[in-house]
């Protein structure tokens, strides 16, 4: 079993920046996959970010790519999103997920474990 705690959303001007953690309580957390999903208001759950067990392969949506930077650190058990030159279609709700496994996995299926999620605001 893992739980998955996010923190760190909270309302931010266009053009700003935030960074999500999440830290997974358990003493495997470097075996699991990670991923950053959000949904908006009125839309089905979309990828954000992925990253692999090691760090070493990642996954970006297009419409992040440039803007956001997924990260983590397995000694404290945390995986990070760094989110820069936010804009007002970022708002949503931010997830955080884990899988047991090799890849960086893209697909809201692929993860069985989910946080409670963290809301992310930018006004225009």
């Known amino acids: 079993q893992v739980q998955l705690v996010e923190s760190g959303g909270g309302l931010v001007q266009a053009g700003g920046s935030l960074r999500l953690s999440c830290a997974a309580s358990?003493?495997?957390?470097?075996?699991?996959?990670m991923g950053w999903f959000r949904q908006a208001p009125g839309k089905e759950r979309e990828v954000v970010a992925t990253i692999s067990w090691s760090g070493t392969s990642t996954y970006y949506a297009d419409s992040v790519k440039g803007r956001f930077t997924i990260s983590r650190d397995n000694a404290k058990n945390t995986v990070y999103l760094r989110m820069n030159s936010l804009k007002p279609e970022d708002t949503a709700v931010y997830y955080c997920a884990a899988v047991r496994g090799l890849g960086a996995y893209r697909e809201n299926y692929d993860y069985n474990y989910w946080g409670q999620g963290t809301q992310v605001t930018v006004s225009s």
């Open positions: 358990g003493r495997t957390f470097g075996s699991y996959a």
